[in-house]
């Protein structure tokens, strides 16, 4: 549904999206110029979880820009230049960065070579990752697999790798105090201005069987709080809530079992954290790839918006399988709530090679200039699969098709050394 008023300021939009109500672009580019470099490169029971449950390079050569980074207008806007800005833009996964001179690697408007890095991005518990740049600064949280939400946080992509987790979110109460996973957030406005909202799954601790979906808000609009608790979403067994944009209207996407497979299902939401109607079938578990493991499953989708289209990515098979990978749907219709409006790639785009087992359960964000869409998954480095706290996160750049789609390539090895997002 729509929300008066709503801006969702994860910034550098797409600039061929349409915005949503009230995107609006935020603030323009700062001075002296910033060295981008165009990154190259190829390159779970229940559904996933025991216990019935699941949780789902080399670079370019750098230019030189007289304008510094840009910062992200709404979904559809762009920046103007001039000023120090911050972004406030769309649910394309990603966030306005401040303006400012300086490159990564060079002196500041001279050029210079972009800084590297090698994945993962933690050592452990790097489950279900979902990452935003958001005012000069890289945010990450990951399920925790324990009663806390963490989140950390840092202005490159080696910041961010050695800063520690900080906690968001513990909560008392004992239906929903533990097994938290997925944790995603949004910048919304859902009429008393601009709040994250931050969507996760969690239950007692003791019986999967009593996951469901809740959402907090923060105070003001700092990423890392605090954050009060704002509802739960749904009164039944679901996991891994994702937020879907289109023309201005809102909705929930998610995992739950209709059977015997675990879908991924769609319904029309009222404000940040309240839904509304019936839920409709997204996906299901229909192709042998999405059969591999314990259970059939579809699971952890997230919207990736580009040239105007809009694609959902998912994880399909169960979590601790070795063969759990990605597919693809593309919305083609009117009616994202009309199963037959979204089409379904026949076969997987992201599958396990080059030693990382298991890759899924992805996010998207753009790079800090706001040109380049990445991919963040999680994966591991045990050939038999696992759907636990070992599973890191990692990132790499997404390329794009001549027709359009998104090309996410292989996952890279950890010993691959890949250019960091352009802008930093």
């Known amino acids: 549904m729509r929300w008066a008023g709503l801006a969702l300021a994860l910034a550098a939009c797409d600039p061929t999206a349409p915005p949503g109500d009230g995107s609006m672009a935020a603030g323009g580019a700062g001075t002296g110029g910033a060295a981008v470099g165009s990154g190259g490169g190829t390159g779970a029971g229940g559904g996933s979880d025991s216990g ?36 406030s833009g769309g649910l394309d996964g990603s966030s306005g960065g401040s303006g400012g001179g300086g490159s990564s690697g060079g002196s500041p408007g001279s050029g210079g070579t972009l800084a590297t890095f090698q994945n993962p991005l933690n050592e452990s518990h790097g489950s279900d990752p979902w990452m935003l740049y958001y005012e000069g600064q890289y945010y990450l949280a990951a ?50 201005g601009l709040r994250w909202y931050h969507y996760y799954t969690a239950g007692d601790g003791d019986d999967l069987g009593t996951q469901r979906l809740h959402v907090l808000e923060s105070a003001g609009t700092d990423p890392m709080g605090p954050y009060s608790y704002k509802g739960q979403l749904l009164d039944y067994w679901a996991i891994d ?34 839904v509304s109607g019936n839920r409709t079938l997204l996906t299901a578990p229909t192709y042998a790839w999405e059969q591999e493991g314990s259970d059939s499953v579809n699971e952890g989708p997230a919207a990736l918006y580009e040239g105007g289209r809009t694609f959902v990515t998912y994880s399909a098979s169960q979590c601790a399988d070795p063969g759990y990978k990605l597919g693809l749907l593309e919305f083609v219709g009117t009616d994202p709530l009309d199963e037959a409006d979204w089409t379904k790639s026949a076969t997987p785009v992201f599958s396990a090679t080059n030693g990382a087992y298991g890759p899924g359960h992805n996010g998207f964000f753009r790079s800090p200039d706001g040109t380049e869409q990445w991919l963040v998954y999680h994966a591991t480095t045990n050939s038999s699969g696992s759907c636990w706290t070992d599973r890191t996160t990692r990132i790499q ?16 090895a950890t010993s691959t050394t890949l250019t960091v997002p352009p802008g930093e």
């Open 52 to 87: 019935g449950a699941a949780i789902g390079g080399a670079g370019g050569a750098p230019t030189s820009s007289s304008g510094g980074n840009t910062s992200g207008g709404g979904a559809g806007g762009t920046s103007s230049s001039g000023g120090q800005g911050s972004g």
């Open 241 to 274: 809530s994702s937020l879907l944009e289109v023309d201005g209207d809102y909705y929930l996407m998610f995992s739950a079992w209709d059977g015997p497979t675990q879908n991924t299902w769609i319904i029309a939401m009222d404000n940040p954290w309240t």
């Open 397 to 412: 750049k997404i390329e794009w098709n001549q027709d359009g789609t998104p090309s996410f390539g292989e996952p890279f």
């Open 143 to 192: 399920t925790t697999w324990g009663d806390t939400l963490t989140m950390k946080h840092g202005a490159t992509i080696a910041e961010l790798k050695a800063a520690d987790t900080e906690i968001i979110w513990q909560d008392p109460t004992a239906s929903r105090c533990c097994n938290m996973w997925a944790p995603e957030f949004y910048l919304l406005d859902g009429g008393s």
